[in-house]
């Protein structure tokens, strides 16, 4: 299970931190991630974090950071520079071998 937190409403140009830890395993996890969906658009992928990967989406780059704590299977999103279109759910997104999981997600709103 994945539980995120963190989000809420920011001004433009602020920033807000994101976390989402795993239970139900003592396992390290492969891959975290995290997700968003703004209204009436698809989720598309904000960043991925391995231990051989590193990716963002165009996006969020240079602005946004990825993060985790291995032993504790936790993510966390800094989100540095806020604009309006980054206004959406974040969800956070956990692979484990064949299996995956989502989190329910946090609603972040970003006001001009």
């Known amino acids: 299970q994945l539980q995120a937190s963190g989000g809420g409403l920011v001004r433009a140009g602020g920033s807000l931190t994101l976390s989402c830890g795993a239970s139900g395993t003592k396992t390290r996890l492969d891959s975290m991630a995290w997700y968003r969906q703004a209204p009436g658009k698809g989720r598309e992928l904000v960043a991925i974090?391995?231990?051989?990967?590193?990716e963002y989406g165009d996006s969020v780059k240079g602005r946004f950071t990825i993060s985790r704590d291995g032993d504790k299977n936790t993510v966390y999103l800094q989100m540095n520079s806020l604009k309006d279109e980054d206004t959406a759910v974040y969800y956070c997104?956990?692979?484990?071998?064949?299996?995956?999981?989502w989190g329910l997600g946090t609603l972040v709103t970003v006001s001009s």
């Open positions: 974090i391995s231990e051989t990967t590193l």
């Open positions: 997104h956990a692979w484990l071998g064949a299996h995956d999981w």
